[in-house]
């Protein structure tokens, strides 16, 4: 599967952002799909997670009730938005597609990802 990022910007502190990630194949349904984040100088971290068919979702403590993580399968998108931007979310931002293995925060798990979205909040 091929992933594809977008939605990135500037905004100022407080702000929204909508990131879409669109996955080629015919296969998306069967990934879960997560989102890290890499800021300058700094190692990739785990962002959001949301199973195969959406049911189940799960966020760093870091953006636990800001940002939520969707999918539409039918669409082949899986979504990050993101509320009540901070400057410390500067980063860019990845989609990765899971098959299974290890936990949905652990980077070495994911078997596909993007090229990543720049993300940067201005205070």
């Known amino acids: 599967v091929q992933l594809q990022a977008s939605g990135g910007g500037t905004v100022q502190a407080g702000g929204s952002l909508r990131l879409s990630c669109a996955a080629s194949g015919r296969t998306f349904s069967s990934y879960a799909m997560g989102w890290f984040r890499q800021a300058p100088g700094k190692e990739r971290e785990f962002v959001a997670y949301?199973?195969?068919?959406?049911?189940?979702?799960y966020y760093a403590d870091s953006v636990k009730g800001r940002f939520t993580i969707s999918r539409d399968n039918a669409k082949n998108t899986v979504y990050l938005q993101m509320n009540s931007l901070k400057p410390e979310d500067t980063a860019v931002y990845y989609c990765?597609?899971?098959?299974?293995?290890?936990?949905?925060?652990?980077?070495?798990?994911?078997?596909?990802w993007g090229q990543g979205t720049l993300v940067t909040v201005s205070s």
């Open positions: 990765a597609a899971k098959v299974g293995g290890l936990g949905p925060n652990k980077i070495q798990g994911y078997d596909y």
């Open positions: 949301i199973t195969w068919g959406g049911g189940s979702t």
